[in-house]
């Protein structure tokens, strides 16, 4: 029998150490197992004391010493892109829980974890929900001390975050009322479902009243200040850039779209870009059913794709387009994407529709609809070739490992891709779309000076909202939404276009160096899961010794 070299036995153990690790965390946090598709876990939801997130660094820092202590020149490849992506996941899971204490500073966390428990569930099974009536209602009884537990957490909150919980938990309880009467009627015991429901509201009116009564921290505590900001954009990003380098990017790209926007805006005549957009949603004339108008240009699209030869579509992957059910509606925007479990066995995402015109007069129906206007670029980030696609194929990678990584540089650059492709390479021909692409564009281009000015200090909330307002015409609430996410999530934002601009690099160079096939080059990016662009680079540049 042949002895494994040093290399494979490093390589053995870190899958070792990989699979610990998760079987722990699994066990710790079953409402994420459940999300990926792990089915025994459906009816738990996790304890959420401070004992248990302690439990939880403590193994994350043993981990990082274990797999850090293996010799990365034993790894190339498809292994050391896991080892890289692993490592990231547990420096970056250390900063928040150990560094940022965002369970002790945002009060969002507890509320938005435990109604996502329950959301998850309703999403995943509407079309079967009496099967998981059980499920669902052993969470509601997991919740009251979920809430409770989460509450003693809280020290200090940030003073931004402990407002904006307000709203969170006003809407969590909007959200168990409108879905109450439909898991009461499917319930083997009414009687008993109710009390449920009656207990989480009570639950989440203490939880309310006890956010009020936590002294409040600094009001630029959401900071996370430059050093770390950087390094979540290494380990996140896969960019080994300052903030000061990163902002000129950010710069440049604002510049560079600008031009391209008056350039195109010019084919419409003299009015602003906002102006064109504006009458052109205006001039909208939709009729019939919005669902079947969302599921003919997405599965158009995707016809299309083949015909084009974009990308090729996996075997093993379905898609349907649906109405969001009436008790769930207002917790929808126009259009959303639920994609699969990493580990479901059947791959099919759900493209959710909302149709908020729907038993209202005529006019005010006809606004609603009008809100869906450039639909198909929807169609395209969302169902093909866009998160759909790219979820499903990673859902399939014959390493399980690779499924559960989700660096948002890989993911929403995809789709910023793919939405430049659909309206190049002719997939959505509407007359404004390639001005509705740049205008989109110009405001993921803001989001990198934004994301880096918020948590650098450089810029106030009212500074950044300032800079939505004036730059791309947001009115105060929508850029007060949007910044109040930047806050909470460092280096996501600006991820989008960062992502789109790194797809592009590795296109230029895969064109040079392998093949122009444009199909090619898409199946080959899709083929590694949801990483940085750059660790794909370095894995290409590592071989076996």
């Not at 604002?254 to 949603?281: P, Y």
Request: net charge positive; with cysteine; glycine share 6%.
């Amino acid at each position: 029998m042949r002895k494994s070299s040093p290399s494979e036995q490093e390589v053995r153990s870190f899958y070792r150490i990989t699979n610990k690790f998760l079987a722990e965390t699994y066990a710790r946090y079953p409402q994420w197992a459940s999300r990926l598709g792990l089915t025994k876990f459906h009816g738990r939801l996790g304890n959420n004391s401070a004992a248990t997130h302690q439990a939880q660094i403590s193994l994350i820092e043993r981990t990082l010493l274990q797999v850090e202590g293996l010799a990365e020149d034993a790894f190339y490849g498809d292994d050391w892109l896991n080892r890289r992506a692993f490592i990231a996941w547990l420096r970056t899971d250390l900063v928040r829980e150990k560094i940022l204490r965002r369970r002790e500073r945002n009060p969002q966390i507890h509320c938005e974890e435990a109604t996502e428990a329950i959301f998850h569930l309703l999403v995943r099974y509407s079309g079967n929900l009496r099967k998981m009536v059980p499920q669902i209602e052993s969470r509601l009884k997991e919740v009251p001390k979920f809430l409770a537990e989460g509450l003693r957490q809280l020290r200090n909150p940030v003073p931004l975050w402990a407002k904006l919980a307000r709203s969170t938990v006003k809407g969590s309880m909007e959200f168990f009322s409108e879905i109450e009467p439909e898991i009461v009627r499917l319930s083997s015991n009414p009687k008993r479902t109710k009390k449920l429901f009656a207990d989480v509201q009570k639950a989440l009116g203490n939880y309310r009243k006890g956010i009020a009564k936590k002294p409040l921290g600094n009001a630029r505590d959401y900071q996370t200040g430059p050093e770390l900001f950087e390094l979540l954009t290494r380990e996140r990003l896969g960019i080994s850039l300052s903030i000061t380098e990163i902002e000129s990017i950010g710069r440049r790209q604002i510049t560079k779209i600008k031009q391209e926007l008056k350039a195109e805006a010019k084919r419409f005549g003299s009015a602003s870009v906002d102006n064109i957009l504006k009458s052109a949603r205006e001039q909208w004339k939709i009729s019939g059913d919005l669902r079947a108008i969302y599921e003919k240009k997405t599965f158009g699209i995707r016809d299309n794709l083949e015909h084009l030869k974009l990308v090729s579509l996996p075997a093993q992957e379905n898609l349907k387009v649906l109405d969001v059910p009436a008790f769930l509606r207002s917790q929808f925007p126009t259009a959303a994407y639920s994609q699969p479990g990493a580990f479901d066995r059947k791959q099919e995402g759900i493209f959710w529709v909302n149709d908020l015109g729907k038993g209202k007069p005529a006019a005010e129906a006809l606004r609603e609809r009008q809100q869906h206007f450039g639909l198909e670029l929807t169609c395209a980030h969302e169902a093909y070739p866009g998160h759909h696609l790219q979820f499903v194929i990673q859902n399939n990678h014959p390493q399980k490992l690779r499924r559960l990584f989700e660096h948002s540089v890989f993911y929403e650059g995809w789709t910023l891709w793919c939405e430049k492709l659909s309206v190049e390479k002719g997939l959505i021909r509407h007359p404004q779309a390639k001005l509705q692409q740049l205008h989109d564009s110009l405001w993921r281009a803001y989001r990198i000076l934004i994301d880096c000015g918020l948590h650098s200090g450089k810029m106030s909330i009212q500074q950044a909202m300032d800079v939505l307002v004036k730059g791309l015409g947001f009115t105060k609430s929508r850029a007060r939404a949007e910044i109040n996410w930047y806050s909470s999530a460092p280096t996501v934002p600006m991820s989008y276009l960062l992502g789109r601009l790194e797809v592009e690099r590795l296109f230029r160079w895969f064109t040079k160096n392998r093949s122009r096939d444009l199909r090619a080059f898409n199946d080959w990016l899709l083929s590694y899961g949801a990483v940085p662009q750059n660790w794909i680079w370095e894995s290409l540049r590592r071989q076996p010794e």
